[in-house]
């Protein structure tokens, strides 16, 4: 055990757990986005698939990992668009809605690998991209300061996040349609066009999500890759109290506790490797536990908006 204390194993947890956030990041700040308008949306992990497959698939065949990054915000916007019909237009049942978008990303993600590729490959995904004179600090400069862009991109989007739910019209627009749609339609606010734009914004942000598995960190797409990635998204946007920064702590605790139990295994740690898997997954739930208690979520969160309702 003294083994996971020394100096380069603490560093490489430390790189690992900041790659690791990433995926969350993005689908947890774009689910951030969606709920505080006041839609609930489940289908994160099967947008998040497609996203993986369109990012790597275009990437692969084009040689451009940027037009593959752009396939997966599209795929994920259409996807994104899809579920505020639904949920907006047609004023289903969002929590059965978001599930039936999960089954359809995944079986329909299965479907085109298995016409399209056959068999699981590999591509050259984003280099890491070293910050100038940060990148060189000795120790943490390789941890912290040597990742790809979209690793970059994941933590940047926090505070570009935040700025805009609580600084700017739009975000408080978006803040008003969650808390009271009634209130927001009655100040000449569109409920509609606010919840189709955060819905389709957070189906973007999943798509690059997906995207960043397989052609930032894992460089490969097989089926089903998120292994339910998306819903532990969702859990952390509860644990943050639908907020930015709350959701950024929250990923990178299981990140980082994932991180570690993966290190377990590399060290050969005389622990039921069963039982280092389920330790990151095990924390999200005594950490909502606790979340869920002190959290006031939107107050028409996954109710439909009917004009002249109170």
């Not at 969350?24 to 489940?42: C, F, H, K, M, R």
């Not at 400069?141 to 700025?163: C, M, R, W």
Request: aromatic residues 12%; hydrophobic residues 55%; proline residues 4%.
């Amino acid at each position: 055990m003294d083994e996971l204390f020394q100096l380069p194993v603490l560093l490489g947890i430390i790189y690992s757990g900041l790659r690791l956030a990433t995926p969350y990041l993005y689908a947890s700040i774009g689910e951030t986005i969606a709920q505080t308008s006041g839609v609930l949306n489940l289908g994160v992990d099967g947008i998040m698939l497609m996203g993986a497959f369109s990012g790597f698939y275009v990437g692969m065949q084009s040689g451009n990992l940027w037009l593959g990054l752009l396939a997966a915000m599209f795929v994920g916007f259409l996807m994104g668009l899809l579920m505020a019909f639904i949920s907006v237009t047609l004023k289903a049942e969002q929590g059965i809605s978001g599930i039936g978008l999960q089954l359809f990303g995944l079986g329909l993600s299965t479907l085109l690998f298995k016409l399209t590729m056959g068999g699981v490959e590999s591509i050259a995904g984003f280099p890491p991209l070293k910050i100038p004179l940060l990148g060189d600090i000795p120790f943490i400069g390789e941890a912290f300061f040597n990742h790809n862009i979209l690793v970059y991109g994941g933590f940047i989007l926090v505070p570009l996040a935040s700025f805009v739910l609580n600084k700017t019209t739009f975000g408080l627009q978006i803040k008003a349609v969650g808390q009271n749609p009634q209130a927001a339609d009655s100040l000449g606010v569109s409920v509609t066009r606010i919840r189709y734009t955060t819905v389709c914004l957070g189906g973007v942000l999943s798509g690059i999500a997906g995207a960043t598995l397989s052609i930032a960190l894992i460089n490969l797409f097989q089926e089903n890759m998120t292994n339910g990635m998306g819903f532990i998204a969702v859990a952390l946007v509860y644990f943050g109290s639908w907020k930015p920064g709350g959701v950024l702590v929250g990923s990178l605790i299981f990140s980082f506790v994932n991180a570690f139990q993966v290190w377990l295994q590399i060290k050969g740690i005389n622990i039921p490797s069963d039982f280092a898997v389920m330790l990151p997954y095990l924390l999200t739930i005594v950490a909502l536990v606790f979340a869920v208690r002190r959290a006031a979520q939107p107050a028409f969160l996954s109710k439909p908006f009917e004009r002249g309702e109170m």
